[in-house]
């Protein structure tokens, strides 16, 4: 299994972003998803956390990449490899 850390940067807190890619998460059988909203140097991050099988992964990546929710405004999306257990 691979695990992925994305974190997205702009307007994304209060737009519904965590249940917009936790549906896609459902949808794509992610295994492991967790995201949460955080506030760093006063800027809103959404930073997502995902563990399941590499084509699952590859394609939710591609998802968060290029699709947002209506009301969100991202200024950046960051992809890494992530080592520690995903919730």
């Known amino acids: 299994m691979k695990a992925r850390r994305i974190v997205l940067k702009g307007k994304v807190h209060d737009v519904g972003y965590r249940l917009f890619l936790l549906s896609e998460a459902e ?16 800027e809103q991050h959404l930073i997502v956390l995902i563990k399941g099988a590499e084509e699952g992964i590859k394609r939710f990546v ?11 405004s991202v200024e950046s999306v960051e992809v890494e490899d992530y080592g520690d257990e995903v919730m």
């Open 62 to 72: 591609a998802f968060a990449e290029s699709n947002y929710p209506p009301e969100a």
């Open 27 to 42: 949808r794509l059988l992610i295994e492991k998803f967790d995201a949460r909203n955080v506030l760093v140097n006063g």
